[in-house]
């Protein structure tokens, strides 16, 4: 079982930045990739990035150039820096772990996880 507790999230307004945080415990030992995904209300689940063991990390064209997600296994950690953040940004994030793998399609991430945290919110104003 694998626990993550999210924090980080909040109020912005357009053009801002806010830096997610994720605490990773429980049985972790083999887990091949970790990620972020949002979900605004009436919408999808969208996965916005994704990074594997080995480092290599995958984005959406959504967020490609504004979002870096990157990890610390040292203290099992995982963060998902924001930047120019827009209202369409808004949304429920939780941070995910245990993928088969990803793939992107017609610029959209696909990516299923095993585990999810209970989520942040994020809220940008225009």
């Known amino acids: 079982q694998v626990r993550l507790e999210e924090s980080g999230g909040g109020s912005v307004q357009a053009g801002g930045s806010l830096r997610l945080s994720c605490a990773v415990s429980g049985s972790t030992e083999g887990i091949y990739c970790m990620g972020w995904f949002r979900q605004a209300p009436g919408k999808e689940r969208e996965p916005v990035a994704a990074?594997?063991?080995?480092?290599?990390?995958v984005y959406p064209d959504s967020v490609k150039g504004r979002f870096i997600i990157s990890q610390d296994n040292a203290v099992k950690s995982l963060s998902l820096q924001m930047i120019s953040l827009q209202p369409d940004d808004t949304a429920m994030y939780y941070c995910?772990?245990?993928?088969?793998?990803?793939?992107?399609?017609?610029?959209?991430?696909?990516?299923?996880?095993?585990?999810w945290g209970q989520g942040t919110q994020v809220t940008v104003s225009s």
């Open positions: 990074i594997d063991s080995e480092g290599h990390t």
């Open positions: 995910a772990a245990e993928c088969d793998g990803w793939g992107v399609q017609g610029g959209q991430l696909r990516a299923d996880f095993s585990y």
